[in-house]
């Protein structure tokens, strides 16, 4: 059930019916969201649902345990139990055929003729999400930065409630749960998460949807047979298709979630304009990077240790960020190239990487770092490294014309890198004289809005890109 | 404790923004699928096209059916025909 089609805003009518009732009923109302929670996560493959309470479970029963004890060791051991067995669960799922492969072929190199059997197995939609969910709240616990949880319906909830069930934003134990647990008097704002659902609804259904559909995918899937001019814009277009595609979803969630009453974490603050990698990563899945940053860059010694060792840290860090997102080497280059630049940045510039101060060293700045992410993204979009070979060289050989992009598809891609430059407070802006509407002016608005997009948008509705992560 | 506010959106926002109950966030959902209903009844349509076949997705493409005749004869039916011909149209510009 994708978000932006009659089923889900069907399914979300229904859910936002039951509010009205339990208004007063903190706990009700959680069963209610749980229910439907489930519910839209059986829509895919309801055998699942028992992954995803047994993964609930796991962190509630590690929880209890946590801060049932004051002994160190024993805590520490419960952590480590609780990550270890989240760990496997991904690791089954996601993992074990990349594993398989990766170990055949190198058996292969070596000559050995005996081959490992694929185990084929389905990959459950959002378990990177939900595992990391899963472990931000058994390490939350640990560090004393969230309050156990006492009843088992808030932790089913907390990592299944459905706007942030399937591909983020990931939010963390210490961010939602106190939401849980608290009874929010439940007045709503509802002019910005209008705003955010109809604006992630044109980013996804009319700016994602043609890049892919007229430019990004005919290219990819036959790179030689395109000039370098269609290759370079399906490359940028790549970059505009992702960001509108992930950043529609999570503005989507984050407006879904504020309308039932939740507030989520902000997951893109304008990427593209980014004048170092640094800020690039504090631009871009806000709440991968810093999960990354908090659970797993820090734990390692973080930049505690000496300039060597902080480059092995992030390093480290960005390459199992990039395999988080796939089970496949080309997302381990991915992280690789991500990895590399951020430690290039270190050694040249130190912890802080200073700001150009002319207004041409800013372009220069912004313009390198959108380039190398762009190749970066070839490496991520491509189907297999002989697909990235092929595509750099058909780029290196300067074919004249363009053949596949489009006067609308240059238009898209020029429209999607404005939005990066639009004054920082530009949303709120518009948040702020949407106040003003009264309650049949925003009715009216979201009504036009949405037959505008449906309108402007191709046939069919395509799953978000970060579905399969 | 009121609902937290949205990322993006400063606490001056907030406070200037209306805050309602659910029964009236419910209300604006339903008048803008209402009103989604008249200006677009031919996606209507089509997603009762898309129902797996039974008694009742039948009765309902028949429902959307006439009413999208309805709201085409009315005239409800051009913008969305206009925005999509508009876009059609410049898809298939050319260099």
């Known amino acids: 059930m994708l978000f932006p089609t009659l089923n889900f805003l069907l399914f979300f009518l229904a859910v936002a019916a039951a509010m009205v009732p339990l208004r007063q009923h903190h706990e009700g109302r959680k069963i209610v969201l749980l229910v439907a929670s489930y519910y839209f996560y059986a829509q895919w493959n309801w055998h699942f649902c028992a992954l995803l309470a047994g993964s609930s479970c796991i962190s509630f029963v590690a929880g209890r345990a946590i801060a049932a004890s004051t002994e160190e060791r024993y805590r520490r051991a419960v952590v480590a139990t609780a990550v270890t067995m989240h760990l496997l669960l991904l690791g089954t799922f996601k993992y074990c055929d990349f594993l398989v492969g990766s170990a055949n072929a190198l058996a292969r190199a070596l000559g050995l003729t005996h081959e490992l059997p694929f185990i084929e197995i389905i990959l459950p939609v959002g378990i990177s999400f939900f595992t990391f969910h899963g472990i931000s709240y058994v390490v939350d616990v640990y560090r004393r930065d969230v309050a156990v949880c006492r009843r088992l319906t808030d932790m089913l909830l907390y990592m299944a409630f459905f706007p942030q069930l399937v591909a983020g934003p990931i939010v963390r134990a210490s961010f939602l749960l106190p939401q849980l647990y608290a009874a929010p008097r439940m007045n709503i704002a509802i002019g910005p998460p209008l705003m955010l659902i109809l604006g992630g609804l044109f980013k996804k259904v009319v700016m994602a949807n043609y890049l892919a559909t007229d430019l990004v995918d005919p290219v990819f899937f036959d790179p030689a047979s395109f000039s370098t001019a269609d290759l370079l814009l399906a490359a940028y277009g790549y970059a505009i298709q992702i960001y509108c595609d992930f950043s529609a979803y999570s503005d989507m969630a984050i407006g879904l979630a504020a309308l039932l009453g939740y507030r989520f974490p902000p997951n893109f603050n304008q990427p593209y304009r980014a004048q170092n990698f640094q800020d690039f990563w504090r631009r871009w899945h806000i709440s991968l990077s810093s999960w990354l940053r908090d659970y797993l860059y820090k734990p390692l010694g973080g930049s505690r240790h000496g300039s060597l060792l902080t480059m092995r840290n992030l390093l480290i860090t960005m390459l199992l960020g990039g395999i988080w997102h796939g089970a496949a080497w080309k997302f381990v280059a991915w992280g690789a190239m991500h990895g590399a630049a951020l430690v290039a940045e270190r050694a040249l510039f130190g912890s802080r990487v200073p700001k150009p101060r002319t207004m041409s060293g800013r372009i220069l700045s912004t313009l390198f770092v959108f380039h190398i992410v762009c190749l970066a993204w070839v490496f991520f979009r491509a189907d297999s490294f002989d697909t990235v070979l092929i595509y750099l060289g058909a780029m290196a050989k300067f074919t004249p014309g363009i053949m596949q992009a489009t006067p609308f598809t240059v238009t898209l891609i020029a429209l999607g890198l404005a939005t990066q430059f639009v004054p920082a407070d530009f949303s709120r802006r518009i948040a702020r004289r949407l106040a003003a509407w009264p309650s049949w002016a925003l009715a009216a608005g979201a009504g036009l809005g949405a037959i505008c997009i449906d309108a402007l948008g191709p046939d069919g509705v395509a799953p978000f890109i970060y579905f399969q992560f | ?95």
Do not use: K, Y
């Open chain 2, 1 to 95: 404790m009121e609902a937290p506010p949205l990322p993006g959106a400063d606490d001056r926002i907030i406070e200037t923004t209306r805050r309602v109950t659910p029964a009236r966030v419910l209300g604006v959902l339903a008048a803008a699928c209402a009103l989604a209903a008249i200006f677009g009844s031919s996606p209507l349509l089509a997603w009762t096209e898309s129902l797996p076949d039974g008694q009742a997705a039948r009765l309902l493409h028949d429902a959307a059916s006439a009413w999208n005749t309805a709201m085409s004869a009315a005239g409800a039916t051009r913008l969305h025909d206009w925005l999509r011909a508009f876009i059609r149209m410049f898809e298939n510009f050319h260099f």
